[in-house]
Structures are given as structure tokens and as C-alpha cells.
């Protein structure tokens, strides 16, 4: 299976290997069939006026960072049986000092390698490697393509140092021929933001991302940034994500955003796979069986058990059986958002800060 998305993706340019490459792994196998995301550190560079990162509660937090041993015994147990491995959550990978290794210890039985990043610590040496292993995708956090707003939502970010990392590592992969890493330009919906998201587009053009994805704000307790919320202009939001797909399909750019946003409310439980297709890891080894478990107890830790045993275990059975009945369910189950984050319900919803993913 590695050796035929790799041969597939490195003799074709951007768009189309990507859908490619995408439409094939998603053909799950008995052996590969997870989608694994997993921080490797609770650390990050930066503050976001919109990420749980800049409560005084997670910047108090003592600083973790995975072992390469335990990193190791993940890849060997688990990372055969994933079809995407995401090394990287809510935090930045790239601040762990061993990262670099990791990347070579999860390439060998990776099927698609990738990770998310603000780019700012993407230098040059890692940016070599990720082409040379080759890493599949990396995802750039970024949320805006004017220099003011980008730095006024990423507190500490230069806007000029990640322009100048992305175009580096174009270059890099100009000069080694590969089509790899494909990047992706992932924003969070604001008011500050929506307007610019069809230029938004021309920008990732510009600089050859092959995707952008939108996800709308979740607002997080204790950050003040309700008013970035777009409930209150929910046909302006409508407007640009329709003008920026659009842009999108004419520039030749994979386009994912939420479904316009409505008073219609939707049954997430019905719609979801995670409990027996999806692995969240924290740098700890916990597992958690989604990226929107916020406030709750892990499922198990890898740093204790085996894979087989936790999968398996009484814990994740309890919570498919809740699942598949709607008896039992969690809270953070019954009020899901990820499967309904374009109506009022979804996105209006605080999130006290917890094990789960953020704004990224």
C-alpha cells in the first residue's frame, strides 16, 4: 500500500495526486482503518486570541513532551493500523525537540504522513527532511493573508517569516522535483477574517497550497471571543465561503469549509464513526476517542496498555453501545459539535477547556 500512494503522488502535480491519493486511502482495509491525531507536546509557540492556549490555566500547565520510546511503541503498535497520521492536535508539534526524529520513525509505517503547524518553526534542515522522507501533507494554520489581521489573531506570529518558510519550502520541492509535502491552508471562520476569505484563496494560490479548509470558531470559555463569533452576520458568512469556493474551483484549489450556516439543527450522534474509526492521542499516551472530548476521562494510555487491549476494552465498548442506542450518552456525545458546527446550536455552544482538540 505504501509504495502505490507514494508512485501515485510523486509523478503527478498538486491537485490531482491529492485527490488521488485521497480517494484511494479513504478505501478502508481490515489491517488500516484509523485516522490518528496526536500531540506529541501540551506546548506551543504561540497565543491565539481563539485557541485554549492563551488561558492562564494551559499556559500554567508544566511543559510535556512524548519519550521517544513511548513515540516508538505507538509507531510499531498502532501507526500499521492508521490510514492518516496526523502528528499534531491542538498544540505545535514542531516545539518538541526530537520532532525531526519522530518524522523518521513514523515514515516507514506511515500510509500518509502529515502534520499541523503555524509554520514559524518550519526551517529549512525540517523542511529538507519533510521532502526528503517525503511527508504526505502539512497542514499551515493561518487566518488571514493580510500581514495586520494575521498578527492582531496569532499573538507572537510574523507574518513575513511564515511567508518566507512557505515559499522555502516550495522551493525545496521545486528543486527535488516532488510534488510532496502537499500543503494545506486551514483557517478559523471570524468576523475579523470572513471578509477576506476569497482573497484568502488567491493567497493560498499564490503560494501553492493544494487545499483550504475552513472550520467555524469555537468559543472557549474564559477567552472573550464570542464576538468573533459569525452567528450574527450568518448571510455575509454564507456570501464569502460561496464566493471563495467558487474562486476556489476556477484556481484549482480543493475547497472544504462548513455547510452554510441556518437555523436547521442536526443529529450529530446519527452521523458519527469516531469510536470505532478514530484514535486522539495526548503526549502522555492517553487515549481519547475524539478531537471535541472536552472535560473527559481518557479511554486508556498507551504508556500502560496495548493498543488491542484499550480498543477493545470495556470503556470504548460503553461508549459505541451509547452510540449506536443514544442510551448513556455523554454530554460532550449528546451535545456533540463537530457534526452540526454550521447551525446556531453548534457553534454557540462554549467549550470549557479539556482533554480535546481547539481552534488550530
Known amino acids: 500500500m505504501g509504495e502505490l500512494w ?24 481490515s489491517s488500516r482503518f484509523l485516522d490518528i491525531r496526536m500531540d506529541v507536546t501540551n506546548q506551543c509557540n504561540l497565543q491565539c ?15 510535556v513532551f512524548m519519550s521517544l520510546e513511548l513515540f516508538r511503541k505507538i509507531a510499531r503498535d498502532v501507526f500499521p493500523k492508521a490510514i492518516f497520521t496526523t502528528l499534531s492536535c491542538g498544540a505545535e508539534s514542531l516545539v518538541h525537540p526530537k520532532f525531526h526524529s519522530m518524522l523518521e520513525i513514523a515514515r516507514p509505517v506511515s500510509s500518509y504522513l502529515k ?30 493573508p493580510e500581514k ?9 506570529a510574523s507574518f513575513e517569516k511564515l511567508v518566507e518558510n512557505l515559499k522555502r519550502l516550495e522551493e525545496i520541492k521545486e528543486k527535488n522535483n516532488s510534488a510532496l509535502p502537499f500543503t494545506t491552508f486551514n483557517l478559523v471562520l471570524m468576523k475579523s477574517n470572513i471578509e477576506q476569505l476569497p482573497s484568502y484563496v488567491e493567497f493560498a494560490k499564490e503560494l501553492h497550497a493544494s487545499r483550504v479548509a475552513c472550520q467555524h470558531l469555537r468559543v472557549f470559555a474564559g ?14 458568512a454564507n456570501k464569502k465561503i ?12 480543493v475547497f472544504s469549509a ?3 450556516l441556518s437555523e436547521a439543527e442536526v443529529d450529530g450522534i446519527k452521523l458519527c464513526d469516531r469510536p470505532w474509526t478514530f484514535l486522539n492521542l495526548w503526549p502522555t499516551g492517553e487515549v481519547l476517542p475524539c478531537d471535541a472530548w472536552h472535560g473527559q476521562e481518557p479511554l486508556g494510555d498507551l504508556s500502560k496498555n496495548g493498543f488491542d487491549e484499550i480498543w ?3 470503556a470504548y465498548e460503553q461508549l459505541r453501545e451509547s452510540i449506536k442506542t443514544g442510551n448513556g450518552l455523554r454530554e460532550c456525545c449528546a451535545n456533540c459539535r463537530l457534526f452540526a458546527e454550521a447551525t446556531p446550536k453548534g457553534i454557540a455552544k462554549e467549550i470549557k477547556y479539556g482533554h480535546g482538540q481547539g481552534n488550530k
Do not use: H, W
Open 115 to 144: 502534520f499541523s503547524t503555524n509554520g514559524l518553526l518550519l526551517d529549512g534542515k525540517l523542511a529538507e527532511l519533510c521532502v526528503r522522507l517525503p511527508v504526505n501533507e502539512i497542514i499551515f494554520s493561518i487566518d488571514s
Open 223 to 236: 477567552l472573550d471571543i464570542e464576538k468573533e463569533s459569525l452567528l450574527g452576520c450568518k448571510e455575509l
Open 49 to 63: 486570541e481563539m485557541c485554549y492556549f492563551s488561558l492562564p490555566e494551559k499556559r500554567m500547565e508544566k511543559p
Open 312 to 314: 477493545n476494552g470495556e
Open 242 to 253: 460561496s464566493e471563495a469556493r467558487k474562486l476556489a474551483k476556477e484556481l484549482g484549489i
Open 258 to 260: 462548513p455547510l452554510p
Open 6 to 29: 507514494f508512485s501515485t503522488a510523486i509523478r503527478a502535480k498538486r491537485i490531482g495526486p491529492f485527490m488521488q491519493v485521497a480517494k484511494f486511502l479513504t478505501k478502508k482495509s
Open 148 to 156: 495586520e489581521t494575521f498578527e492582531s489573531i496569532r499573538k507572537g
